[in-house]
């Protein structure tokens, strides 16, 4: 995740995967460029190629392609976890008071941030998907070191 804003009232942070929808997006004008180049000369197979192999790269776009972004409001007094795909929108809302703190959960070689509550709420990730690098601590320490001076002055 990217630091987007740290400040005392605002803590927001972002993921977005822009190489994985690039590429997909480049994937989809070269097979569709390809297919009408085929269709233009004549050759039926270009509509399959339109189709398959335009439309397996959208529907990966649509599927897998999610924008998650995370704000800590200390004047509302909330964490709002939002992720956007091209297909819809998720929210959810917590009370600052109800979380306890920001921990990595790693898979193999790789990690993601979470949050962890006081109550039963189970561990909630703020990206769907286990990404590699630093991100995740850093993501962590930030979220950390702000919920640490949030507390100090309420």
């Known amino acids: ?17 822009w190489l994985l929808g690039g590429g997909l997006i480049v ?5 569709a460029a390809a ?5 233009a000369g004549g050759e039926t197979a270009g509509l399959l190629t339109v189709l398959v192999g335009a439309g397996v790269p959208l529907c990966i776009f649509a599927l897998a392609v999610k924008r ?6 200390s004047i509302a007094g909330t964490v ?7 297909l819809g929108y998720r929210s959810a ?5 109800n979380v306890r703190r920001a921990e990595v959960e790693t898979f193999s070689d790789t990690a993601r941030a979470t949050l962890t509550f006081h109550d039963t709420t189970s561990p909630y990730p703020l990206v769907e ?10 993501a962590t320490d930030a979220i950390n070191d702000w919920l640490r001076n949030w ?3 309420v």
């Open 80 to 86: 709002t976890v939002q992720r956007r795909t091209l």
């Open 27 to 31: 994937c989809m004008i070269a097979c």
């Open 35 to 39: 297919g009408l180049a085929l269709i």
């Open 1 to 17: 995740m990217t630091i987007l804003r740290n400040m005392p009232q605002h803590l927001i942070l972002a993921h977005a995967p």
């Open 151 to 153: 507390r100090r002055s």
């Open 129 to 138: 998907a286990y990404v590699s690098g630093n991100g995740a601590q850093q």
């Open 68 to 73: 998650d972004q995370v704000i800590f409001d």
């Open 93 to 97: 809302t917590y009370p600052l008071t």
